[in-house]
């Protein structure tokens, strides 16, 4: 199925002047500073790639979006404010982290639901099977006829 | 002349699977033994017109038959052997044909076996499994045959996209496909079992080793599809999250949690329900995967078929078998009646827990890979489900699993005791800790990757723990430990080495929060520091391959002022599709690597650099190999050997539920 991951190099080797990833001259020379690009990069989303981080890609549109992250934390922007930045003109849709809003509710709880809901499940049918196991007390009937049963054999 | 054979073939074999889908299945409901008895040669014969379609197929490849266009869109004349031959599956038609061959493979392994098991069982088997054939060479036949010729026959082909022509991608895709596609045998087993209404402990008998098989296979290949991707790719990464490498991962978590509950039914008759429910759901999610990658349904560049009527006539495969077995099974499960009985602390509880936690893991990566896509057709909004999502999630959801493990397996059947598997487990624990303090002291930072450390060393302690208890458990006598550890059953040994093995992997995956990266720019004689290592540009050369020109960085590696080693990262230039591809350098030093790429050459003579130091990374595959040695070695177990303990205790056959003629 990996094999099908090539096509995202067709389409980066479509563009024959097409940098790859990060290059030499775009890394900052303040250390701290270049650390917090790489970091910021990693959870842009490439928009013309499919679920690549602009930090990985090689196409010129995440080389530019790189750039921009790296020139508004020059310009003094702390990382919420560049991501600030970076939305307000690409929309929710270059976050690879999807914010938690009403639309995204269902995706950030389904993991914390669906254990409650197994959790339950479970509770549930083990009240069950300890009800199964409680076998309720002979009858003096019954008792009766295990102990003839048990006398005859003797 | 050999492709229309190949051609007949295919067709031969719908014509088959149809018989083998009807007639024993027929039998098996009205008892007719000799209907039931037409499903094994069938199965064979089925396989056999398979694989001679394959075999055509392959042989057009091998003899560059450009009047073929499949052959024409995939292949080149110059092109090594070997890609040839992986050319026939490094497209969708060929990659279909290879699915079905598998398919019946399984099928024809199924037959070959039939006699020891009952009549019934495998007349039932056979067909449901025929069926899955028969609606998957209908489609290669309708939508994407790969026997079409061309009107005219260029000279030369378009060759095989580069990228693909790699010796790690050539097998990659016969692995994934054992382990994907051989998730359909427990899928027939569970539909033919709830047909036939018999759902026991013999059934999960039958079925554990057909799992582990599929399971084993699935591990190695998606263990290989991540090493090709990263020494291919060029950014080092050995998991991206993609909806294609998450098809992959869904049935493997499927197929995990099956395993393990498949254990329960089989020792303690419990969990019957949700066991064939497990089996049902694995090979779904094998379908959906495959719907997914195969119909353009993703919008992902990945997807090379984008066309529609595939897409809708694998939807509907999809939606008859799912929901065909659910319904089945909604019909059926309410009969079965619960099984033995176990407290919440025991080794079924911690393998209830491990279902659960497993499942959950599984479920948050199917809404994560499917939330953007019906987000988007319900509200016209477009949002990105990433890395970070699932790490985060997943992450939180799959690590406890490490912790359950070395529990489950001290625990006891029926009731364990917690606290003694606690103190048994003190010095796994405390050799855990040692372990992560140890990492942390020499890597530093980030704190997460010493933590995960300290819980994968817990793991792969802890799986040690029980097989040692029970070699040494008699007092110290060397000579009986060795005599001990020999008459220990093989699944102890393949339960152990499975769980050591993920354990590997892990720490294999956190020592990548202490990689270092470089990217410089270098010309001949620059010297660049790489973590403890550093790395000289010697020079840039030319070099011709059959079907590519390269250009090759020829770079020293130097350990404290002394070289260690060479290495040639390159790109290769393929002429017939005019496309570049990296070829990383790698280096392996103590179970880390350092990992090189070369990118771009400036017209003024200096090259990009790409350089990681990834300390213990080759974990994260050797801990594959790990477990599937593991199940190799299970599987090696006689007692998981259909019919072996039959026939060697043939008294004791009456009296088991199932007798075998």
């Known amino acids: 199925m990996r094999l099908l991951r090539s096509l995202a190099l067709l389409l980066a080797l479509a563009f024959p002047a097409a940098s790859h990833a990060v290059q030499p001259d775009e890394i900052l020379k303040d250390p701290a500073l270049e650390t917090r690009a790489r970091a910021l990069s990693a959870g842009l989303r490439c928009l013309v790639c499919q679920n690549q981080s602009i930090d990985d890609s090689n196409a010129p549109l995440a080389r530019d979006l790189r750039l921009v992250v790296r020139e508004r934390l020059q310009a003094g922007d702390d990382d919420a404010g560049v991501m600030r930045y970076v939305v307000a003109r690409y929309g929710d849709f270059v976050l690879l982290k999807p914010p938690v809003n009403a639309s995204t509710l269902l995706l950030w709880s389904s993991p914390g639901v669906l254990f409650a809901l197994g959790l339950g499940w479970l509770l549930m049918s083990a009240r069950r099977r300890r009800t199964l196991a409680q076998t309720p007390p002979l009858s003096e009937a019954e008792r009766r006829e295990l102990d003839k049963a048990l006398s005859e054999r003797a | 002349m050999i492709v229309e054979t190949g051609h007949y073939a295919l067709v031969l074999a719908f014509a088959l699977s149809l018989v083998q889908g009807i007639v024993p299945l027929w039998g098996a409901l009205i008892n007719d033994r000799s209907l039931m008895a037409v499903g094994a040669p069938s199965a064979l014969a089925q396989f056999a017109f398979t694989a001679l379609s394959f075999g055509a197929l392959t042989y057009a490849y091998i003899v560059s038959d450009f009047s073929l266009i499949n052959v024409i869109e995939n292949s080149h004349s110059?092109?090594?052997?070997?890609?040839?031959?992986?050319?026939?599956?490094?497209n969708h038609e060929g990659s279909m044909l290879l699915w079905v061959l598998i398919l019946s493979l399984f099928g024809a392994l199924v037959a070959l076996r039939a006699k020891r098991m009952p009549d019934d069982l495998a007349a039932t088997v056979l067909a449901v499994q025929s069926w899955v054939s028969a609606a998957f060479l209908l489609f290669i036949l309708l939508t994407s045959n790969p026997f079409a010729r061309a009107a005219l026959a260029p000279m030369e082909g378009r060759d095989l996209n580069p990228i693909l022509q790699d010796p790690g991608l050539a097998i990659h895709p016969?692995?994934?496909y054992l382990g994907y596609v051989g998730l359909s045998i427990t899928f027939s087993f569970a539909a033919a079992a709830l047909i036939n209404g018999r759902i026991d402990a013999q059934w999960a008998r039958w079925v554990r080793p057909w799992t582990l098989i599929a399971w084993m296979f699935l591990t190695l290949g998606i263990a290989m599809g991540?090493?090709?991707?990263?020494y291919t790719l060029g950014w080092g990464g050995f998991w991206f999250w993609d909806p294609v490498e998450n098809a992959s991962l869904m049935p493997w978590m499927a197929a995990t949690a099956l395993l393990h509950s498949a254990l329960v039914m089989e020792k303690r008759d419990a969990l019957k329900v949700w066991t064939i429910f497990l089996a049902i759901l694995a090979f779904s999610l094998s379908l959906l995967g495959t719907f997914l990658v195969r119909s353009g349904v993703l919008t992902s560049v990945h997807s090379f078929a984008s066309d529609p009527q595939r897409g809708v006539f694998i939807l509907m495969i999809l939606v008859f078998f799912i929901g065909g077995s659910l319904a089945l099974f909604a019909l059926r499960a309410q009969a079965l009646k619960p099984g033995g009985l176990f407290a919440p602390v025991s080794r079924e509880g911690a393998l209830v827990l491990n279902n659960l936690l497993l499942t959950i893991s599984c479920a948050t990566?199917?809404?994560?890979t499917l939330y953007p896509l019906a987000l988007e057709a319900l509200t016209e909004e477009k949002i990105s489900v990433g890395p970070p999502f699932f790490n985060l999630t997943v992450g939180l959801v799959f690590l406890p699993l490490f912790v359950i493990m070395p529990f489950g397996q001290m625990l006891a059947w029926k009731r364990g005791d917690l606290l003694g598997a606690a103190q048994r487990l003190t010095f796994a624990f405390?050799?855990?800790?040692?372990?992560?303090v140890l990492f942390a002291?020499?890597?530093g930072e980030p704190a997460l990757a010493a933590a995960c450390a300290g819980l994968a060393v817990f793991a792969i302690v802890g799986a040690f723990v029980d097989i040692f208890g029970r070699i040494t458990g008699g007092g110290f006598a060397p000579a009986a430990f060795l005599r001990r550890a020999i008459g220990l059953p093989l699944s102890a040994w393949g339960t152990t080495l499975a769980h050591a093995g993920i354990g590997v992997s892990l720490l294999g995956i956190a020592a990548t929060g202490w990689g270092v990266e470089r990217v410089v720019s270098m010309r001949a004689g620059d010297v660049a520091e790489l973590g403890p290592y550093s790395v000289?540009?010697?020079?840039?050369?030319e070099r011709a391959g059959p079907n590519y020109s390269e250009t090759v960085a020829i770079m020293t590696v130097r350990s404290a002022g002394v070289v260690i080693g060479t290495m040639n990262p390159s790109r290769k230039f393929y002429g017939a599709r005019r496309m570049t591809t990296t070829d990383a350098g790698l280096m392996t030093i103590n179970l880390g690597q350092v990992h090189i790429v070369v990118p771009e050459q400036s017209p003024d003579g200096s090259i990009d650099v790409r350089m990681y130091w990834k300390p213990y990374v080759a974990l994260i595959w050797l801990g594959a190999l790990v477990m599937f040695l593991g199940g190799g070695i299970s599987l090696a177990d006689r007692r998981l050997r259909i019919g072996v303990a039959r026939r060697a205790k043939p008294k004791a056959s009456g009296a088991a539920p199932q007798p075998a003629e």
């Open chain 2, 174 to 176: 016969p692995l994934l």
């Open chain 2, 430 to 436: 405390g050799v855990a800790l040692v372990g992560g």
């Open chain 2, 441 to 443: 002291a020499i890597h």
């Open chain 2, 226 to 230: 991540s090493y090709w991707a990263y």
């Open chain 2, 365 to 368: 990566v199917l809404v994560g």
């Open chain 2, 78 to 90: 110059q092109k090594p052997l070997i890609y040839k031959i992986s050319g026939v599956w490094g």
């Open chain 2, 536 to 541: 000289q540009l010697q020079g840039v050369h």
